[in-house]
């Protein structure tokens, strides 16, 4: 998409930002103090109040080509860093897990969530090549991997305050994902349900809630009833294959949670079946969890992540809520 009143490719700048330690001027970002000004970012479009700092790419572990965030806060109109403390949202894109995607078509409403209030923290992770793309190059890993590198980059967020010149509410962290971060982003937030040894057990950030965009749940329903060879790839086999990575991975399995999830789902939406939102929240609420199910009729898989769509309005407001905000919106700028 791109801005018409600067000609600028968001999603390209964004690309770009990924093989940098900081968007232009954003050096000034790292341990700068709260009375500094920031550089402030103009090539988003937003709705909410608050300007958006330049962003930061931050490693959270220790292979940075991979295990890594980019960082972006609220900046008030003057350049001068938002004083309150602020609620954090754990971005995780989609990509059908696979190695090739990247967190750039998400750039749009990352940024719009700053310009409310909240730091967003969106992570990389180790994805997967599908047989069909093997032309891309070799996969640097599936599952347990990407599990690893999910709970890594959440557990990180107490660490953000050592690169935030805003002040972090660590009690206040939300977690967002899309399509396959869908998933991933509701399995970070059941990890206090996994025993000592499976992949991402012993959280060290306890999420306030969870909002799901056209996510997956139910991994073993989503290889055999869904036909998704997706989960296959990154689960390294079927089910009767690999029992326990399934059970560990799946949202599903590891219910009740006692984190709000919201599971948003398209009418229009092709490529996840609406039961696996559906499924998922009877499911939750029957065992006492105070899951939700959002439904957008004319929203399609990706309708999400666009700005100018009322399904992002619907997640946003619930991103919002969960973080503790009451912000109204205005024009997209």
């Known amino acids: 998409m791109t801005d018409n009143r600067t000609g600028i490719d968001r999603r390209s700048l964004f690309r770009g930002a990924l093989g940098m330690t900081v968007l232009g001027a954003g050096a000034v970002l790292a341990g700068c103090g709260a009375a500094e000004k920031l550089g402030v970012t103009t090539e988003f479009k937003t709705t909410g109040p608050y300007g958006v700092s330049e962003l930061q790419r931050i490693a959270y572990g220790s292979d940075e080509s991979t295990q890594y965030g980019m960082l972006a806060v609220p900046v008030e109109d003057n350049g001068e860093p938002a004083r309150e403390k602020v609620p954090v949202v754990v971005m995780i894109h989609g990509g059908s897990w696979e190695d090739a995607s990247d967190m750039s078509y998400m750039t749009d409403i990352g940024t719009d969530l700053v310009s409310y209030g909240i730091a967003v923290w969106s992570i990389a992770y180790r994805g997967t090549i599908h047989p069909d793309q093997r032309d891309r190059g070799p996969a640097r890993a599936g599952w347990p991997a990407a599990g690893h590198d999910v709970a890594a980059g959440v557990d990180f967020v107490p660490r953000l305050t050592e690169h935030s010149p805003v002040e972090l509410d660590g009690e206040r962290v939300v977690l967002l994902g899309h399509s396959a971060g869908g998933h991933l982003a509701t399995w970070a937030a059941s990890r206090s349900q996994l025993e000592k040894g499976q992949v991402g057990a012993e959280p060290i950030v306890e999420p306030v809630g969870c909002v799901s965009m056209a996510g997956v749940y139910d991994l073993d329903s989503a290889f055999r009833e869904d036909a998704n060879d997706r989960v296959g790839t990154l689960m390294g086999g079927a089910p009767d294959e690999e029992p326990e990575r ?74 919002l809520r969960l973080a503790g905000l009451r912000v109204r919106s205005r024009e997209i700028r």
Do not use: F, M
Request: hydrophobic share 40%.
């Open 246 to 319: 399934y059970e560990e991975a799946s949202p599903r399995e590891l219910l009740p949670i006692g984190v709000p999830v919201i599971a948003c789902s398209g009418g229009e939406d092709e490529l996840i079946p609406a039961h696996q939102a559906e499924d998922y929240v009877a499911a939750a609420k029957d065992q006492g969890d105070p899951a939700e199910l959002t439904v957008v009729d004319d929203a399609d898989h990706n309708a999400w992540t666009v700005l100018e769509h009322p399904a992002w309005a619907e997640a946003r407001g619930h991103v």
